[in-house]
């Protein structure tokens, strides 16, 4: 007898789990097919030409023009090249970041100094700067020093970054112990050398957090470069694409061929290193 | 004695000296590509100037124009309508995924998460011009297709009022909401079981643990999700420049602030008209995440305060 009760309000609850379980997978799924959509999209217009696009009803099956396509774009645009500029800026700024970044960190986390407190709240306030304000005038610096048109141009002002500092004095502070720098004092080591041999070892996996951080958002960066750069041969691979929608008669296979050959890499990236990617977003907005 | 002593002061002085050559660069750099030029932008407000020509100062007179140009407020009206439509569902659907993917019995976590996840990924030039295929002016494009099933007229995406609007924030919205649901879910994730097994033993409901628990303890991350979207939503650019592409600059129905900033420098020449107008939008900036997180804050506390 209990035990037929039992089972049934098991079996109720069940049932009622499964009801709203429907529903929350259906919700979810269809929050997946909405992420997924443009891009499966962008890749059947890559393969598409161009009058595909208005056909009724729409066409929703890849076509086999994904080189020719992409040949159009070779002829608009000097897209490896452009690639290659984006990748060189984005290496060198991360690098460049991620030095200055650990090293004021571990100033900021293990040094006594006067003014360390105010310097500190200084360098959070620089974050509140919309980086508009200066824009003007920052073009008006590139071009007095002779970089418009360069990537170092671009580069320079994106080795400022006050997020940074503050992920890495976090880290520093909590992954490195006090007593070990210490000792290492004692034995005469310079603070230099601390930083090299005992400070950066330990915060190398806060350098994968950082290092993704700076990356994506000097990759997909538009406003600066759009300004800086000009000159076709010296575009990045933003500036290039965008250059591709400017012309009126828009060859939408071509356009789409572009963003897909551009956006392939990214994605391939981050499916591989997904885990990391989410974590460097949290890890930056939760500390 | 009196050895150890000078070695203990020339220690301590050795440490300072490589803590402000450590944090150096970053102000270094600062002082010259941030403070610099913030500080010239206010300088720049006041003076005629199109670059070439030696400035003349006029006092107040870049404001009064900016200000008195239909098309600013213009501009101002489409960041705000856009900045609107764009990040309040972002935010509210962010919190209802997060919630779900949340459950500690669902399966496909992992790929749920990273599939609402992937816009974000995307460069803001590529979703723009992504959308800019599917949201086109022709009859037949993926979204006047999609509307015609439902029995709606054809909508001039590119060149109407609401339809840039819409479309807009329609690709603001896609790009970012899945990261705000992560934050989000950070932020469930790092709320302790304990609590809610203390409620459930007290016998406090589900929406009581949510008003209770959830809401409170997840106010820190939503005032940050709220304070960047409302600061990202003000300094729109890429996406309506890049989705619009040749009429970017010559059409006013999605013209952003940043927008008409950058054609009054770099189109018309005008750099103090244009540094008045950076000076006007950071004020705007500061008031509206000022206001907007005054809002949340308020919101959250009440409701605990009034199921009390």
Not at chain 1, 125 to 151: F, N
Not at chain 2, 101 to 107: D, E, F, I, V
Not at chain 2, 213 to 242: C, D, K, M, N, Y
């Amino acid at each position: 007898m209990s035990e037929t009760i039992m089972s049934k309000t098991v079996s109720r609850r069940k049932r009622k789990i499964s009801a709203s379980s429907i529903f929350i997978y259906a919700f979810l799924t269809l929050a997946s097919l909405l992420s997924l959509f443009p891009f499966y999209w962008m890749f059947v217009m890559a393969t598409r030409p161009s009058a595909a696009f208005s056909s009724v009803p729409p066409i929703v099956t890849p076509g086999g023009l994904l080189v020719e396509n992409f040949q159009k774009v070779l002829e608009q645009i000097e897209f490896f090249k452009a690639l290659g500029n984006t990748v060189i800026i984005c290496t060198a700024v991360t690098l460049v970041v991620l030095l200055i970044s650990s090293l004021a960190g571990f100033a900021f986390a293990k040094f006594k100094f006067p003014g360390k407190n105010l310097l500190f709240v200084g360098i959070l306030l620089t974050m509140v700067i919309p980086p508009q304000l200066g824009l003007i005038p920052q073009y008006y610096l590139i071009s007095q020093a002779g970089l418009l048109d360069t990537l170092s141009g671009v580069m320079i002002l994106f080795f400022l970054n006050p997020l940074g500092i503050f992920l890495m004095r976090q880290y520093v502070s909590e992954a490195v112990p006090d007593e070990l720098i210490e000792a290492s004092k004692l034995d005469g080591c310079s603070n230099f050398r601390i930083y090299r041999s005992i400070v950066l070892p330990i915060i190398l996996p806060a350098f994968a957090t950082l290092g993704i951080i700076v990356f994506t958002a000097v990759w997909g960066e538009f406003l600066w470069q759009f300004t800086v750069l000009r000159d076709p041969e010296k575009y990045t691979i933003q500036v290039a694409l965008a250059s591709l929608n400017n012309t009126f008669k828009v060859d939408y296979g071509m356009l789409m061929s572009g963003v897909f050959w551009a956006t392939v890499p990214l994605i391939i990236i981050f499916l591989c290193f997904n885990r990391l990617f989410i974590a460097s977003i949290t890890e930056g907005a939760v500390k | 004695m009196i050895v150890s002593k000078k070695r203990f002061v020339s220690e301590e002085k050795k440490d300072m000296i490589s803590a402000y050559l450590y944090v150096s660069p970053f102000f270094i750099i600062f002082s010259l590509v941030g403070l610099y030029p913030a500080v010239y932008s206010l300088y720049l407000a006041f003076q005629k100037w199109d670059g070439l020509a030696p400035m003349t100062f006029v006092g107040l007179d870049n404001f009064r124009v900016v200000l008195e140009d239909p098309l600013f407020w213009k501009s101002l009206y489409n960041t705000l309508i856009i900045g609107v439509m764009g990040t309040a569902p972002q935010l509210i659907v962010g919190i209802i995924l997060a919630f779900l993917l949340n459950l500690a019995y669902l399966k496909l976590k992992q790929f749920f998460r990273v599939t609402i996840f992937m816009p974000y990924i995307t460069s803001m030039v590529a979703v723009a011009l992504i959308f800019s295929v599917i949201f086109s002016n022709h009859e037949a494009s993926l979204a006047n297709y999609t509307l015609s099933v439902f029995g709606f007229d054809p909508v001039n995406w590119k060149t109407s009022e609401w339809g840039t609007k819409i479309a807009i924030s329609l690709m603001v919205f896609w790009r970012w909401v899945g990261y705000n649901t992560i934050i989000y879910l950070a932020g469930l994730q790092s709320i302790s079981n304990e609590y809610y097994e203390a409620a459930t033993i007290d016998g406090a409901s589900k929406m009581q643990q949510l008003l209770h628990i959830t809401l409170p303890l997840l106010r820190p991350f939503i005032l940050l999700t709220v304070f960047f979207s409302t600061v990202g939503a003000l300094q729109l650019f890429a996406e309506p420049t890049v989705f619009l592409g040749n009429n970017a600059f010559t059409r006013d129905e999605a013209m952003t602030v940043v927008m008409y900033l950058y054609r009054d420098a770099f189109r018309l020449q005008s750099f103090g008209t244009a540094s008045a107008t950076a000076i006007i939008l950071l004020i705007f900036i500061v008031i509206a995440s000022a206001i907007n997180l005054l809002l949340t804050s308020r919101i959250g506390k009440k409701r605990g305060v009034r199921s009390e």
